[in-house]
């Protein structure tokens, strides 16, 4: 086993208590100086505004109870809101990097990471699947759903590791039948947007090599249930996935800057490099 199989200990409890003393700070600065932020105002926003019919809103194409999740941001002004939100994506990604061994060099590299300034510009929930490596296996599997091409095959390892199989899946069991309930039979929704809404919401911004690397997905896949190994398994889905946007790299990145802080430095280049060329091209992810 390759990866550090529990929770957060207690460099990563005392890291969490500083970022939630400094927030206040944070949040306000951010609602300063980030300029309005494309997925927050296209998607989160308005759902997080009827979350019991969160897909009347196109560029809506998560799972619903993502908007029941942001609706208590629905009482703040939209400037504090998307500060939230920036908040909680810079917080979360940096406890991953501790989670995964990361000292000052690996938060420098994912702090100044183009896939983690294009999160926080774009006002993406990314914050919910880096989170979900954080809280018990069961219950982070929940925030996995809520953006499965970030990571969700890590799933299969940690229902590997569960000791009991079924107390490992009740929790996304019974979430998932909860949801048939309330929104009804929501899975087409997400299908029909992410087809024809096209545009700003998903068209120009897909970068999944799929199908190209399903192959290399597969075997890394294998690795991954062998070793037992989360980083392995972030890397497969975003192989075997068939759509995902530049900052969904922020996961990956930032379990690799903890774990590989050296390799990661490549990689930092590397990914400048991609996301200059893509602007170049025309793709623009802020």
């Not at 009827?50 to 897909?55: I, R, V």
């Not at 703040?76 to 979360?92: H, K, S």
């Not at 790299?249 to 774990?259: H, K």
Request: hydrophobic residues 55%.
């Amino acid at each position: 086993m390759t990866d550090v199989a529990k929770r957060p200990d207690g460099g990563i409890r005392n890291l969490a208590l500083a970022l939630a003393l400094i927030s206040p700070a944070l949040i306000f600065a951010f609602a300063q100086a980030l300029p309005p932020a494309g997925d927050f105002l296209d998607a989160f926003w308005p759902a997080a505004h009827t979350p019991l019919t969160p897909y009347q809103h196109p560029a809506f194409l998560n799972p619903p109870w993502v908007a029941l999740i942001l609706y208590p941001l629905s009482f703040l002004t939209e400037r504090y809101a998307q500060a939230i939100i920036a908040f909680l994506n810079l917080a979360a990604t940096l406890l991953l990097a501790a989670r995964f061994g990361g000292k000052r060099l690996s938060f420098l590299l994912v702090m100044t990471s183009p896939t983690f300034l294009s999160l926080l510009v774009n006002g993406n929930i990314g914050w919910m699947s880096v989170s979900a490596f954080l809280l018990p296996a069961n219950w982070g599997l929940i925030l996995l759903l809520a953006k499965p091409q970030d990571g969700l095959m890590a799933g299969l390892v940690w229902f590997k590791r569960a000791q009991n199989k079924l107390t490992f899946l009740l929790p996304s069991l019974g979430l998932v039948a909860l949801s048939f309930l309330i929104w009804g039979w929501w899975v087409p929704h997400i299908f029909q947007q992410g087809l024809h809404t096209g545009g700003r919401a998903v068209g120009p911004w897909n970068i999944s090599p799929s199908p190209w690397l399903l192959p290399l997905g597969l075997v890394l896949l294998y690795f991954a249930w062998k070793l037992e190994d989360e980083l392995l398994a972030v890397a497969a889905t975003l192989c075997l996935v068939p759509y995902f946007a530049f900052y969904s790299l922020n996961t990956l990145y930032t379990m690799m800057a903890g774990r590989h802080p050296r390799l990661a430095i490549l990689a930092w280049v590397w990914l400048w490099a991609a996301f200059l060329g893509l602007q170049w091209v025309g793709l623009n992810f802020y």
